[in-house]
């Protein structure tokens, strides 16, 4: 999968039909950023419903398309990461020296 360079992903039995599903990331910096962008969703339901939204609608666009679908949801990934990086930097609420946001729960 070209959108999965720095890490390998397992499937059983198999990917079509899934039971188990492992990443496997040999950088931290990957399995960090990943982190960020789940604290994140976790601490701004509003993202996460854009997130759940997106990501709905790339499945009926592309159902059978696993390497476009996560490609194109790539932008709207890159955009979080990128402002959870900013307000690292500044101390802001993804900071991982912080208290894990609670996951939203749905109402």
């Known amino acids: 999968n070209a959108t999965l360079r720095d890490r390998r992903w397992l499937c059983r039995p198999s990917a079509a039909h899934r039971t188990h599903h492992l990443h496997l990331v040999a950088q931290r910096a990957e399995l960090e950023r990943h982190l960020h962008f789940r604290d994140r969703l976790r601490a701004d339901p509003g993202l996460a419903a854009q997130y759940a939204t997106l990501k709905r609608e790339l499945a009926a666009r592309f159902p059978d398309d696993r390497e476009r679908y996560s490609e194109a949801k790539g932008a709207f990934v890159r955009r979080v990461v990128e402002a959870s990086a900013v307000e690292r930097r500044?101390?802001?609420?993804?900071?991982?020296?912080?208290?894990?946001p609670e996951r939203a729960q749905p109402e």
Not at 92 to 100: A, I, N, W
């Open 90 to 100: 500044a101390g802001g609420p993804t900071d991982l020296s912080q208290p894990r």
